[in-house]
């Protein structure tokens, strides 16, 4: 098994890589790649999408990779292939980025990227930090994951998602933010778990032993 780990300069793609290739060894998952080569992504079996920086200039990136993008949805859309969004990776699944201009996503999780407003104004935007995870709906994912278990942030934006059912996981930052969405092969992590030690990694294997 092949899991390509997209390079468009946008991600923390060291320390990413170095725990999927860590849990893909401690679970004969196969190999772990990060490539900006469209041909590999096209073969791949697994397709990690990282992302740091603004949503606009994210998308702007992975589109002017050649046949980046179009690899990268033929392989999520025509032929199924598990895909896992982290930070902005999950973001530019949505319908819509509101961040600076409106952009449009991959629309694979209907929804809107806005600025998170927490209740508190206490509270500071960036979210950053560590967070308990509230599981809205079971998934393979969870596999040994539960309410309360806390995983690493760092964003000023996040994702509301139109259909209830496709958010699977919140924190609370004086409201409701999303953590985790999917819908189908796709899923999205609005955290780093490259950065959120035993249950980061545990997410991580379970991504690459998930089978949809």
Known sequence: MLTAIIDYESGNLHSAHKAFERMAREGDAGKVVVTSDADVVARADRIV?????????????????SGLYSAMVEAVEDRGRPFLGICVGMQLMATWGREYDDTPGLDWIGGEVTRITPADPALKVPHMGWNDLVIDHPHPVFDGIATGDHTYFVHS??????DPAQRLAHVDYAGDVTAVVGRGTMLGFQFHPEKSQTTGLRLIANFLAWSP
Do not use: E, S, T
């Open 49 to 65: 999408l990282p992302g740091d920086g603004a949503f606009p200039a994210c998308m702007r990136a992975l589109k002017g990779r």
């Open 157 to 162: 934006y996040h994702m509301a998602v139109a």
